[in-house]
């Protein structure tokens, strides 16, 4: 990307996004609002160092930026890879099989063969000791510290490597946990100990159990990983401090990182859709779908009436996981992923995929398995000699053997008809994601704009819009830094949660005030010691509420004034409460009691976001060249416009087919649609261009 002068001066912040395949960077210099962006190939055996060789493409050095803001997918990887470390779960007496038994029930029941992931802890290293809190926080039974000492001992002897603790009810009163991590640090220093009331402090045992656990089992991997950056960052000359992206995309200090990355386990396609929810805004959009089409995986979240759709609750590999998650739906459908054939002789796509080494069949690098990005430069969509900025020379001939050898031989298809065949069932895949998210919850998704972003978002999203009827795609500038950009635009957010259930009415009022007060102040006090001011902290405050003899709660949002003004608190979050079960559900009975069963606040302390560009005005540009494209819709190749996305004007308008490249991604404008530059340089598709 071309540097100016005022890049290389002055105060820096700098965003970094580490994917499967690449690490994207944005450096944004804080007094002229200029902004960089790179990008820089990723290998997980060695990330912290390719990322401080990513940062050596900057204009600056690392002394000169004072803030850095990292997304990570360390934390969800080590998961789905399952590449933890040796855990060891200490718990309550009589509750050693908590984690195998889970909620009992079938989350797929007319799936016959489905069986559940085996617990992460197998049970001879779920250990019990005898303690016992009540659910309003009275101690029952002490906790037994010869007990602890002895089952703890037993684990460190079977080679166990982070220690969980999770007692019966420690979110209503976390000493017996407290007491158990102290003595444990203190007699086994250098073992990772995670606790229950520190990662969730709510109900419902087994969920908190299998979060603490999941956060047991990535926190030496994180850790590993996050000291090493921070190390190599410090001998490089960067002192200031290192901020993580949160799962409810805002950001946390490394330290705190170091104790809680479970709480990171979205972190890395949450800056795109913090993003998308500010360009949106800007855009004055309310329903947006965001598409990230990245290296490895397809993620997807939502924006609804202006709002991102969150989480209290997610599942990875079907093991739950507690806490405030922006609700991101991610397939194994990204450029990089493998296509092959089944036992049945049908063509699958993913959920492997051959990262950045050795990377896509036609990378050179040793790949022999077809990807999407192999399909994409055999059907003429990439340019061999111009892929990230002519950094990388794909090689064609690979590509079409690796498709020849891993489709063709086995299926008996063509390789043109092989190549569009994978793709089209990676955009079918894509659909499937994007209808889990809106059709799945009777949301119509003609009723949004497909905002699509990643490196490889525009060689898909035309077509994944057409299959769902979705009348406009947004492609904003730099789509494959967009994530990146993001994360600049992410503030500082802390959650703090507490549940104790009871009713809402005139005599419970106050404690439910004074319980929501405790945590804005706990919560103020996290963001504020960032470094923001507390004119800059603004607070969210909820409860999850429910009527009485439901089972499941509904969030309301309060206002902070009701703090201080119980008879507000009581009348206004009913008010809402009833508002909301009739939105969502159909119905809501005035006159039946309400039950509060978590009491929430979410504090966040705001950053200065840079400025979206404003596109250049003239006469409109010509096509650089033309080359043929093999298209679907014409089941031909077509002679087709390649443009230079740099060289657009406003309201240029480009009818497909057509290319529209730009130095990390490529934008495919399908027969029958076109393309128009709006005024900050967006691109705006929609159906209906000439053929």
């Known amino acids: 990307m071309p540097v100016g002068e005022t890049a ?65 997918t360390v934390a969800i990887n080590t998961i789905l890879e399952e590449r933890g470390a040796r855990v060891g779960l200490i718990t309550t007496e009589g509750f050693r099989d908590v984690l195998g038994l889970g ?34 926080g009275r101690v029952l039974t002490p906790l037994d510290l010869e007990a602890l000492d002895e089952e703890v001992d037993r684990l460190i002897e079977d080679g166990v490597e982070a220690v969980a603790i999770s007692f019966l009810h420690s979110y209503a009163n976390p000493a017996h946990e407290e007491e158990a991590a102290s003595r444990i640090r203190r007699r086994h220093p250098g073992r990772w100990v995670s606790v229950s009331h520190r990662l969730a402090r709510e109900w ?51 330290e ?28 004055g959009i309310s329903n947006v779908i965001c598409a990230d089409v990245g290296g490895t995986s397809f993620d997807v979240g939502l924006i609804e009436g202006g709002e991102i759709l969150e989480r209290t609750e997610t599942t990875l590999g079907d093991r739950p996981v507690l806490g405030p998650t922006l609700d991101v739906v991610s397939i194994g459908a990204g450029g990089g992923s493998v296509g092959w054939v089944d036992e049945r002789g049908l063509i699958k796509v993913g959920p492997r995929s051959a990262g950045a080494e050795p990377g896509p069949a036609c990378f ?18 990439l340019d061999p000699r111009r892929f990230l900025g002519a950094r990388i020379e794909l090689d064609t001939d690979l590509a079409r053997k690796a498709i020849r050898a891993r489709l063709c031989e086995p299926t008996g298809l063509g390789v043109d008809e092989a190549a569009d065949g994978m793709l089209a069932i990676a955009e079918a895949n894509m659909t499937y994601a994007i209808r889990t998210l809106t059709v799945e919850r009777g949301l119509d998704p003609r009723d949004f704009v497909l905002l699509s972003y990643g490196g490889g978002g525009g060689l898909f999203c035309a077509t994944v819009a057409e299959e769902l009827e979705i009348g406009t795609v947004i492609v904003p500038t730099a789509p494959a830094n967009f994530s990146a950009t993001g994360i600049l635009r992410s503030d500082h957010r802390h959650d703090r949660a507490l549940t104790q259930v009871r009713l809402l009415d005139e005599g419970t009022a106050p404690a439910v005030a004074t319980d929501i007060g405790k ?23 909820r409860v999850d509420a429910r009527y009485l003899g439901q089972e499941h ?52 302390g705001r950053v200065g976001p840079p400025a979206w560009p404003r596109w250049r005005e003239g006469h409109p540009a010509l096509a650089r060249d033309t080359r043929q494209v093999y298209f ?50 967006n691109l705006v598709l929609s159906a209906g261009g000439e053929a």
Request: glycine content about 10%; overall charge neutral; proline content about 8%.
């Open 8 to 72: 290389r001066r002055g105060r820096h912040r700098l965003a970094v996004d580490v994917g499967g395949t690449f690490i994207d960077y944005a450096l944004l210099h804080e007094e002229t609002g200029e902004l960089i962006l790179e990008k820089h190939p990723a290998n997980p055996a060695r990330l912290a160092v390719e990322v401080l060789r990513g940062l050596e493409r900057l204009p600056v050095g690392p002394t000169a930026i004072a803030r850095i803001a990292h997304g990570t």
């Open 364 to 381: 050179g690098r040793g790949g022999e398995d077809p990807t999407v990005t192999d399909c994409h430069v055999h059907l003429g969509r």
């Open 204 to 254: 419902r045992e087994f969920e908190r159990t299998s979060t603490t656990v999941l956060n047991a089992y990535i926190q030496p991997v994180f850790a590993s990983y996050l000291s090493e950056l921070r190390a190599r960052l410090s001998a490089a000359g960067h002192r200031a401090p290192l901020a993580i992206m949160r799962s409810n995309g805002g950001m946390m200090p490394d």
């Open 103 to 136: 909620r009992g029930g079938r989350p797929r029941i007319y799936d016959w063969l489905y069986l559940p992931p085996p617990p992460l802890v197998p049970r001879s290293r779920r250990r019990e000791v005898p303690e016992r809190v009540g659910p309003d």
């Open 553 to 604: 709660t509904v969030t309301v949002d309060l206002e902070p004034s009701w703090i201080e003004d119980p008879a507000a608190l009581l009348a206004g979050t009913r008010e809402r409460f009833i508002q909301a079960h009739r939105r969502l559900y159909g119905h809501g009975a005035a006159d039946v009691p309400i039950e509060i069963v978590t009491c929430r606040c979410r504090a966040i």
């Open 632 to 681: 679907r819709q014409a089941r031909a190749w077509l002679d087709t416009p390649v443009f230079d996305r740099d060289q657009l004007v406003v309201d240029q308008r480009i009818n497909g087919p057509a290319i529209i490249e730009e130095w990390a991604s490529t934008l495919v404008v399908p027969p029958g649609w076109r393309a128009v530059v709006d005024g900050m340089g």
């Open 256 to 283: 705190r990182a170091l104790d809680e990355p479970i709480h990171t386990i979205a972190s890395g396609p949450a800056g795109g859709v913090i993003g998308a929810q500010a360009l949106a805004r800007t855009l």
């Open 519 to 541: 945590l804005v102040h706990e919560a103020t006090r996290e963001v504020r010691s960032y470094g923001f001011p507390a004119s800059a902290v603004a607070v969210l405050p």
